[in-house]
């Protein structure tokens, strides 16, 4: 069953580097696409051939699982030819520039390059120097796009709207483009957004971003309607950041006592890779109140809608 898609909403741009530069309308555009691959991704047959003869990229210059391999079943489920390449087997260890590395890639034609790169700006950089459209997988601590876009998805099937929500992400915002994607999407759609976490993890100035601010799991987590967690990001740390995991779990990890604190009935969600025990408990992880699989579910519906509507916009299309 090869079943049209309703929605012909397109994207007249030609890369995703950042939600920073998407309307209100184009997010809902996007959603609503997405909502129809949700129903697709569900049945047996799950292929559609609207990016038939594409070429896509993943060029992953930072180690992925969830991401690129969501990537990888969105292209493939509407017909691109996927390419994986991660930077372990590449030539940026011999010195190659990521310049080098994009002009190589752009000389054989691809039509959709998907990047995640270590540093903020360097999609952005890239997107440049080729001809095709450019995904931005994630850039640092910069932009996670469709990280935003399928975590809006999630709250949005499961609360009816984003507007008028409280959004507590809570933990170490410092590091994460996750929560930098959320904060500006989930503001550009009229929800209340907090940040919480210690002073240590919260970027300087946060609130310029149009949050709230706390320190401390209590009051940031009363009324909330979504409790979103962050990972601890150890690996992008340069000297001490916490006291120790178990001091951090006691004030800053989600468990069941903590979550008492937010609306009943209040929805959690986490982008993974989890730290059980250090930023969030198994049992709320596992719990009914958890979104993190559908998460993963709309992630790949996401992803084919970021892909479909680009793909509408390609040369040739
Ligand atoms: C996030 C990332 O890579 O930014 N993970 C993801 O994309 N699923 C968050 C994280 O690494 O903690």
């Known amino acids: 069953m090869n079943i049209a898609s309703k929605s012909t909403f397109a994207l007249s741009r030609r890369h995703l580097l950042g939600i920073e530069a998407l309307t209100a309308e184009e997010i809902i555009g996007l959603l609503d696409l997405a909502e129809e691959f949700v129903e697709l991704n569900r049945q047996i047959e799950k292929k559609r051939t609207s990016l038939r003869g594409r070429t896509q990229i993943n060029l992953f210059f930072e180690n992925s699982t969830r991401t690129q391999s969501s990537f990888e079943l969105a292209g493939k489920r509407l ?69 935003a876009l399928l975590d809006a998805l999630t709250i949005r099937r499961n609360k009816g709207r984003l507007d008028r929500l409280t959004v507590a992400i809570c933990g170490d915002v410092l590091h994460s483009r996750v929560a930098r994607s959320n904060i500006i999407l989930l503001n550009r759609m009229g929800a209340r957004v907090r940040v919480v976490g210690p002073s240590t993890l919260l970027p300087p100035a946060v609130d310029r971003l149009g949050v709230e601010v706390f320190h401390d799991m209590r009051a940031g987590l009363a009324d909330a309607d979504i409790v979103m967690m962050l990972r601890l990001q150890r690996e992008r740390m340069n000297g001490s950041f916490i006291p120790s995991t178990q001091e951090y779990f006691a004030y800053f990890g989600l468990d069941s006592k903590k979550l008492a604190f937010a609306k009943p009935g209040a929805l959690v969600m986490h982008p993974g890779p989890m730290n059980r025990g250090v930023e969030i408990s198994s049992d709320v992880a596992d719990g009914a109140q958890s979104l993190i699989r559908e998460q993963v579910e709309m992630g790949v519906a996401v992803r084919m809608a970021v892909l479909e509507a680009l793909s509408r916009n390609l040369p040739n299309a």
């Open 79 to 147: 017909g691109a030819d996927v390419m994986n390449m991660s930077v372990s087997s590449s030539s940026m260890n011999k010195g190659e520039t990521l310049i080098d590395t994009a002009i190589t890639l752009n000389a054989m034609h691809p039509d959709i390059i998907v990047v995640r790169h270590q540093h903020s700006g360097a999609v952005e950089l890239l997107s440049r120097k080729v001809d095709c459209s450019v995904i931005n997988a994630g850039d640092g601590a910069h932009e996670h796009p469709t990280q």
